[in-house]
């Protein structure tokens, strides 16, 4: 007898699941090996040591301030942006969706060292700079998830709104913000983490006094051949995105991953 072979839709997550276990696990299972190591291969807790070094910390606490400051100045100019184009009379208007999103299309390397040829010799390199191109690196990342939030939201619990009398600020406040809550929270996770974890912007941007990130501190030490103290950093890293994404996550009642619409 011979047996029918079946096609089944998981099939499809294999390709996935491979990648995924190359580029992904087998990585993450090597850094952490690499943290409880030393040079001579054996187990030890020693590089944590390292975390002692207030040098450290301060490297860190930058990194938070410019991702605070990156993802607050992203969502002050996103949000309005988004509203106007989520617009219904302007929701039609694909280009003026596309003006925003086309310099995502451009290779981040070529957009930062465009701000660094504009902008060197007005700012300087240092932190202003850096915060310059943290914004207009991430800033589509925040627009997207809020666009696609706005203009996916019923407008009728708007026009609900102003038949009870709310006014414009009461109207937002009470309507169009907690609607647009997982768009909100969804860009700043898009724009936080990558920003606390980068290296080449403040590289390209900044110097090693005042816009050092901790994304940097963990390449200095990759380069070099210390994978051991590169690791421990890096776990540090990932153990504070992770709190991150758990936080966010409670926040939003697991609504983030679920938004729906379409980006045009």
Avoid at 9 to 17: G, L, Q, T
Avoid at 58 to 76: D, H, K, N, P, Q
Avoid at 140 to 155: N, R
Wanted: aromatic share 14%; proline share 4%.
């Amino acid at each position: 007898m011979t047996s029918k072979l079946r096609f089944s839709r998981k099939y499809f997550a294999i390709p996935y699941s491979v990648l995924a276990i190359l580029f992904v696990v087998v990585p993450l299972f090597m850094l952490i090996v690499y943290a409880f190591m030393d040079g001579d291969g054996s187990f030890t807790f020693d590089n944590f040591s390292r975390l002692g070094n207030g040098e450290v910390w301060a490297v860190l606490g930058r990194s938070f301030l410019m991702a605070f400051l990156t993802t607050l100045i992203c969502l002050v100019v996103a949000y309005p942006t988004a509203m106007i184009l989520a617009d219904s009379r302007l929701n039609r208007w694909a280009v003026l969706v596309m003006l925003f999103i086309m310099p995502m299309w451009i290779n981040s390397l070529l957009r930062i060292y465009a701000v660094k040829l504009v902008f060197e010799d007005m700012l300087g390199k240092g932190f202003g700079l850096v915060l310059l191109g943290m914004v207009y690196d991430f800033f589509p990342f925040m627009l997207m998830p809020l666009y696609t939030i706005l203009s996916s939201t019923d407008h009728s619990y708007y026009e609900a709104a102003q038949d009870l009398g709310a006014n414009p600020y009461k109207k937002f406040v009470h309507v169009i913000l907690p609607l647009s809550l997982p768009g909100v929270i969804s860009g700043v996770l898009m724009v936080f983490m990558p920003t606390v974890s980068t290296f080449a912007i403040s590289e390209i941007l900044g110097d090693s006094e005042n816009s050092w990130m901790f994304g940097n501190l963990i390449n200095y030490n990759l380069e070099r051949g210390y994978y051991n103290v590169g690791s421990v950093y890096s776990l540090v890293m990932l153990i504070l995105i992770f709190a991150t994404t758990i936080v966010a996550d409670r926040l939003t009642g697991g609504k983030t991953a679920k938004q729906g619409g379409k980006v045009l």
